[in-house]
């Protein structure tokens, strides 16, 4: 579904705010994310950095997981808006567009905004020909 220009806003501010809550003090890139469920609620994440950088985890990541703690389940979750610092929006990395795409339909819109740009994507557009299968495909038969 399209959105009007006052709801991109209203999300942008939300991911904006989540930045603001970052734990970023390797990169200094505060990121944030807002989830828009289909009931108008909103979940947030941001970006949760370490010292061993590997197990930092990004924004986007933070909030679909938080979302799922919270009860939300996979067909609540509309769009996600993502905040980056400075001129330039930047598209989610790899691991979140995996995971953007377990939780979100193929044709869900993504967008990532800063202070000046606003980028959007299609779910299937970050990562076309996901990985995905049939677990029920690969069940032992029980003997
Ligand atoms: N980061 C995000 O949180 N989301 C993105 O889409 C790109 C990168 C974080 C990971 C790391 O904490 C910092 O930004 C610099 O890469």
Same mark, same amino acid.
């Given at each position: 579904?399209?959105k ?5 806003e ?11 809550k970052a ?7 505060p990121?944030g994310a ?9 979940v947030?994440?941001?970006n949760?950095?370490?010292? /061993?950088?590997?197990l +930092?985890? @990004? ?9 799922l703690?919270q009860?939300?389940? !996979? ?9 980056t610092?400075?001129p330039k929006?930047?598209a ?11 939780f979100?339909k193929?044709? /869900?819109?993504v967008? +990532?905004? @800063? ?6 994507w299609?779910?299937?557009e970050?990562l076309?020909? !996901?990985f ?12």
């Amino acid at each position: 579904m399209s959105k009007t220009i006052e709801q991109v806003e209203f999300l942008r501010q939300h991911a904006k705010r989540a930045s603001e809550k970052a734990y970023a003090p390797y990169s200094q890139f505060p990121v944030g994310a807002a989830i828009l469920m289909r009931n108008g609620d909103v979940v947030i994440g941001c970006n949760v950095e370490n010292v /061993s950088y590997g197990l +930092s985890n @990004c924004a986007e990541r933070t909030a679909i997981f938080s979302a799922l703690a919270q009860g939300y389940e !996979a067909k609540d979750m509309e769009t996600v808006m993502v905040y980056t610092p400075g001129p330039k929006a930047y598209a989610p990395c790899g691991a979140c567009r995996q995971v953007l795409a377990e939780f979100f339909k193929a044709e /869900s819109t993504v967008s +990532s905004t @800063c202070d000046g740009q606003l980028r959007q994507w299609r779910v299937a557009e970050l990562l076309p020909d !996901a990985f995905e299968f049939d677990i029920e495909a690969y069940r032992k038969p029980v003997s």
